[in-house]
């Protein structure tokens, strides 16, 4: 049977491509990128110690978070204590900048002008949170006016549990005041227990105040139970007080920051400058250590020395230079040693100029650089005190990503900008593989060229080799702006960024590994899952573990997440507690395909604390089949029940397609599965490639009101062919079914009353009107014609003019009727004749077999025309109102010429026919 009858395809294949547009060959070369720098992360918390913060009042002084990535990265920073909080998107290798007040970004202001003791304390959820999706490089600088310095933001992944710290002594330089050294130790998980046992300078007098009254004292503890996001800030109690050697253990991983409010680098160098670094624990302390002192400087810099394990012997160039007693917990001379990196005079007591040396340990040691005051130098130039962290040659990498630390386009720039670049030369040369290239942000391909072909094949030799081999160092300077990358196929090299402005500086490590060599592990964390026909990776479906088996050998977990993805929501837990890196063997994670009518594609890594990783990609190729689905208007009330066909097809050129059912999904709709065609197809039959199969549908309902609607969603079980048996996989609908009752509603408008005529009046024509009310459905008008035929009533023509009962009238559309009255195919008698008849209109609609029955016919209306009696005069048509009144909105005037040809009434009826006035024109004068 037909009916008003709209059939949608549903596509439930629109995608060629099998990762879904993932170009995992990209994705892999831009995460290596930055993977391979050894110092990215996704999660980092770390503190802001006092900046002096008077020494440029009324300046754009401002903490400054620099983030870049090699991809797309949606980066977040907060703070829970003060409800800071911003997010940008940091475009591939941009470097986007957020800037924080001080006020906002430390857990407390302090001025070594007139502010002395500062208790420690801790402050509750005041660290600043750094979150991205996707690997990211942080560097941290605090740019004042005339102070600054800044750090390598280490990542949430990479903290340890065991610290020593490296501050500086208080400088003494005011009464009223002390420009203190401050240490803030970082909590990243709940329930952090840390202990504190203070280190010290070589006053001998140094302690930490605490708010309960208490000093504690070089060699003394105290511990502090601190919450996810905590900072518990220290500082010293009295002037020329240090904080360095302190030891820090904590049951958790956690992060330190030390800085000094105000340095003198050594004391009595001017001028002052605010000094900061984030600290390694002490798990990446290793025993060789390459320096190259600052440029710019008549002398040499000062090292500090600390040693993780007791009786620690440090070597210089193969020399001894003395023996750390103790690791951690002591002060100068007992728990660190601090020297020139050469002495200010050589042997024959001239100037020693900065000299490059070999620094290493029979014990793991950590090494802080001090770049000295400008007041010490005859050289005019920028140069002011910061401190830097020198990593480990064992830490060295084969990729880094390094930028300067100014935003793009950003004010106030440091316009002076260097890498140190340490590296092993090959035949007393640098290395022809170590390739230098500066990052579009345009997503232009890196244009690699040799380091040696941009720089010049000059470079500075240590004395001393490391595994035999020869190391150098090379300054390279790079432009205020942008990122950069330095690669290597085999040479492993270290990177160290500094930079200066007038009266300001920075330094800190910019490329080296976090990764734990404590232990002997090179294997890759192996990942295992069961993938389900329907995409998914149930809960805990997947895992992860990490070898050897040998638990003293083995690094465990690090990092899971997801690089790239497309249609897939990704999750994961350490199934046994709370996950924290390099404690957990085994994680668990999952996939869920979010649209299964769609491919999928996931890419994920795992790594785990040796820095040995695994990449794996998990797809999904969804069924490529197109569904009909199906929207029928009833319009005939009579009929209870409607058939019809739904398509399901094949796209597949090669797969077939198993289907373990198909129903509806809402059993009382109405709607119901009747047969298939082809007649001998069943559902244990694939629907094989490029092929379709016809689902004959049956809609019944016994009580149907107009405007009714039903509808109901045809559902498949998708499934696989198991050794002939169909297992489903998917079970979601495919086709949508609508029946909607639009039985005819209409109205008929009639202005049927033709007033008082005699019969030599000419015909008249009024109008009526059929309005089709339906919104859906078109009228069918099947008959138009008067009850008696004999009134002088008849039809004229149709408005719009090309229609004709053959044709239905649109939804929400009228046709107008002429209703003719003729006065002279009727009686006149002596008494006023009145003619009534009434016009009846017949609706059809469509039958049972398609064909057009009338439903109903009834008479709508009635037409009435007086004719009056013989000897009556009335207005013709053709005589002209105005010949014989005059109107306006409130009266009638009769002229003259009304009385003349011999009227004697007038009467005023309105359009329904009513009497409105009728008076003797006789006597109006």
Not at 90 to 100: A, H, T
Not at 198 to 203: F, N, R, S
Not at 468 to 487: H, N, V
Not at 718 to 733: T, V
Request: with cysteine; proline share 5%; charged share 20%.
């Amino acid at each position: 049977m037909k009916f008003l009858t709209t059939s949608i395809i549903i596509l439930l294949l629109t995608f060629s491509s099998l990762f879904s547009g993932i170009d995992v060959d990209e994705v892999k070369e831009k995460l290596a990128m930055i993977q391979n720098s050894g110092n990215s992360g996704r999660d980092f918390w770390f503190t802001i110690p006092p900046i002096y913060t008077d020494e440029s009042s009324g300046k754009d002084n401002f903490v400054k978070i620099l983030v870049t990535s090699s991809t797309e990265a949606n980066v977040e920073v907060s703070i829970g204590s003060n409800g800071y909080f911003k997010k940008n998107t940091v475009e591939p290798f941009s470097v986007v900048s957020f800037n924080l007040v001080a006020n906002t970004a430390q857990p407390i202001s302090h001025s070594g002008i007139n502010e002395k003791q500062k208790p420690a304390k801790v402050y509750k959820n005041s660290a600043i949170h750094v979150v991205s999706d996707v690997p990211v490089i942080v560097y941290v600088v605090v740019k004042y006016q005339y102070s600054s310095d800044g750090f390598f933001a280490i990542p949430a992944k990479a903290f340890g549990t065991k610290y020593i710290n490296s501050a500086y002594k208080e400088p003494a330089i005011t009464i009223n005041g002390w420009f203190s050294p401050f240490t803030g130790v970082v909590a990243a998980y709940d329930n952090t227990n840390v202990t504190f046992t203070m280190g010290g300078g070589d006053e001998g007098n140094d302690a930490v105040p605490f708010n309960d009254g208490s000093l504690i004292k070089s060699g003394e503890s105290k511990s502090a139970l601190m919450s996810r996001g905590d900072v518990w800030l220290l500082s010293i109690n009295g002037p020329k007080q240090d904080l360095s050697g302190s030891l820090f253990e904590g049951n958790k991983p956690f992060g330190i920051v030390s800085g000094v409010n105000c340095a003198l680098i050594p004391l009595g160098v001017t001028s002052c400058d605010y000094i900061v670094n984030m600290e390694l624990p002490t798990i990446y302390w290793q025993k060789d250590y390459f320096i190259t002192p600052q440029m710019n400087k008549k002398y040499n810099g000062i090292i500090r020395i600390y040693a993780s394990e007791p009786n620690t012997n440090v070597y210089k160039d193969g020399k001894l230079i003395g023996t750390i007693k103790k690791g951690g917990g002591a002060s100068l001379g007992e728990g660190f040693i601090e020297t020139r990196l050469w002495p200010l005079l050589d042997e024959a007591d001239k100037t020693n100029p900065p000299k490059l040396a070999h620094i290493n340990a029979d014990k793991p040691i950590a090494v802080v650089y001090y770049n000295t005051g400008n007041s010490e130098d005859d050289i005019q130039a920028n140069s002011d005190p910061f401190m830097m962290q020198i990593p480990a040659i064992e830490q060295s990498v084969t990729n880094a990503v390094v930028f300067s630390p100014n935003e793009t386009k950003g004010l106030e720039p440091f316009n002076e900008n260097y890498i140190n670049i340490t590296f092993p030369l090959i035949d007393n040369e640098i290395p022809d593989d170590l390739l230098f290239a500066e990052l579009s942000v345009k997503g232009n391909e890196p244009k690699y060229r040799k380091v040696k072909d941009v720089y010049g094949d000059k470079f500075e030799k240590f004395e001393s080799t490391y595994n035999g081999r020869s190391y150098a160092s090379k300054r390279l300077s790079i432009s205020t702006e942008g990122s950069y990358i330095i690669k290597s196929d085999s040479t492993k090299f270290l990177t160290e960024s500094f930079g200066f402005k007038n009266s300001a500086s920075y330094g800190f490590p910019s490329a080296f590994s976090l990764n734990d060599y404590s232990l002997a592990d090179s294997v890759a964390p192996q990942v295992k899952y069961t993938q389900q026909c329907n995409g998914d990776i149930s809960k805990d479906g997947g895992t992860v573990t990490d070898y050897p088996e040998d638990d003293a050998a083995r690094s465990n977990m690090r990092d899971i997440f997801v690089v790239a993805k497309d249609n897939y929501q990704f999750d994961w837990r350490a199934k046994s507690s709370e996950f924290i890196p390099g404690e957990q063997r085994e994680l668990n994670w999952w996939l869920t395909v979010i649209d299964k009518s769609k491919p999928a594609s996931a890419l994920i890594y795992f790594s785990d604390m040796a820095g040995n990783d695994t990449t794996i990609l998990v797809t999904y190729v969804n069924t490529e089949m197109e569904a009909t689905s199906t929207s029928i208007s009833l319009q005939n009330p009579k009929i209870k029940e409607v058939t019809f066909q739904d398509t399901i097809r094949n796209l597949s050129n090669s797969k077939p397609i198993y289907l373990s059912r198909i129903e509806f999904g809402n059993k009382k709709s109405g709607f119901s599965v009747v047969s298939f065609e082809p007649s001998n197809w069943d559902i244990s039959m694939p629907i094989l490639p490029n092929s379709e199969i016809y689902v004959n549908v049956n809609f019944t309902k016994d009580n149907i009101d107009n405007s009714d609607i039903y509808s109901d969603s045809l559902f498949v079980g998708l499934g696989i062919n198991n050794e002939g048996s169909i297992e489903e996989c998917q079970y979601y609908p495919i086709a949508n079914q609508r029946v909607s009752a639009d039985f005819p509603l209409y109205e008929f408008v009639s202005y049927s009353n033709f007033g008082e005529l005699d019969v030599e009046s000419k015909p008249i024509k009024l109008q009526d009107t059929i309005r089709n009310l339906s919104s859906q459905a078109p009228l069918y008008v099947s008959s138009l014609e008067f009850k008696y035929g004999d009134k002088g009533f008849s039809l004229g023509g149709f408005t719009p003019f090309s229609w004709d009962m053959t044709k239905p009238i649109a939804p929400n559309a009228e046709v107008l009727v002429d209703i003719i009255f003729n006065p002279k195919s009727v009686e006149q008698g002596e008494e006023d004749i009145e003619y009534i008849d009434s016009l009846g209109i017949g609706i059809s609609v469509m039958n049972a077999i398609n064909e057009l029955e009338e439903l109903e016919f009834s008479y709508k209306t009635v037409q009435k025309a007086i004719i009056k009696a013989k000897g009556i005069s009335s207005v013709t048509p053709e005589q002209t109102l105005s010949e014989y009144m005059t109107l306006s909105e409130s009266s009638v005037q009769i002229l003259p010429q009304a009385i003349a040809d011999g009227f004697t009434e007038l009467t005023i009826f309105n359009l329904e026919g009513s009497k409105v006035i009728s008076t003797d024109i006789q006597n109006q004068n």
